[in-house]
C-alpha cells in the first residue's frame, strides 16, 4: 500500500480518489470517462482547452488543481495527449463483461502494435499483468504523443497506468 506523494512522489489510490479528478463510482459504470490523475498544483492548463465538452475547468488560477464534471464528459480522450504531464487517462469499465479498457499516453519508440501482448504496469511502473493492444492513435493533432489502448482484466482498471515493450529482436 502506497504511503502517497509525499512519500513516494507517486499517488496513492486515496489521494487520487479524494482529487478533484477523480470520478465517482457512478461516473466508471456509465462507460468510457477520463480520469484525471493530477494532484498536485502547477501552472498547468492544457486540459481545459482540450475539451471539447467543457468538463474540465479550472478554478481561481492557473496554479489551481483541475476539477472534473464527469456528467459533461463524453470519454473522446482529446485531454489524453495534450497533458503535459501525462496524468490524464480514459478507462471503460463496460467494455466488455470480464474487460477494462484503458487508454495513455505513450511518449516511446517504438509504438506498440495491435493486437500485441504487453506487459500492463501500475502508477510505481511494476508489472501488474498481461494486457492486449487495441488501439494506437499517432494523429498529428497529438503533439507526437500516442495514445494508446489496452485491455486488462477488470479488477486491474483502476491500477494499470502503462506498459512495457519487451525488447525487439532484431531481424
Known amino acids: 500500500m502506497s504511503k502517497g506523494i509525499s512519500y513516494t512522489g507517486i499517488p496513492s489510490f486515496q489521494e487520487l480518489r479524494n482529487s478533484t479528478g ?7 459504470k456509465k462507460g468510457a470517462i477520463a480520469v484525471i490523475e493530477c494532484i498536485q498544483k502547477i501552472p498547468c ?8 465538452h467543457g468538463a474540465i475547468t479550472i478554478k481561481e488560477s492557473i496554479n489551481s488543481l483541475p476539477i472534473f464534471d464527469e456528467s459533461k464528459c463524453k470519454g473522446c480522450g482529446f485531454c489524453i495527449s495534450k497533458c503535459p ?9 463496460n467494455f466488455s ?10 511518449e516511446f519508440f517504438p509504438s506498440p502494435k ?3 501482448e504487453v506487459n500492463a504496469v501500475n502508477r510505481e511502473g511494476k508489472f501488474v499483468t498481461m494486457a492486449r493492444v487495441i488501439k494506437v492513435q499517432n494523429k498529428i493533432k497529438n503533439d507526437r504523443t500516442s495514445v494508446v489502448t489496452i485491455v486488462v482484466p477488470k479488477k486491474w482498471g483502476n491500477d ?3 506498459i512495457m515493450i519487451p525488447q525487439r529482436r532484431k531481424s
Do not use: T, W, Y
Not at 85 to 93: C, E, H, N, P, Q
Open 22 to 28: 477523480f470520478p465517482s463510482e457512478k461516473g466508471f
Open 45 to 52: 492548463n492544457p486540459c481545459v482547452d482540450a475539451c471539447p
Open 85 to 93: 504531464g501525462l496524468a490524464i487517462f480514459l478507462v471503460d469499465m
Open 97 to 106: 463483461e470480464n474487460q477494462a479498457a484503458i487508454s495513455f499516453p505513450f
Open 114 to 116: 495491435i493486437g500485441e
Open 160 to 162: 494499470i497506468r502503462s
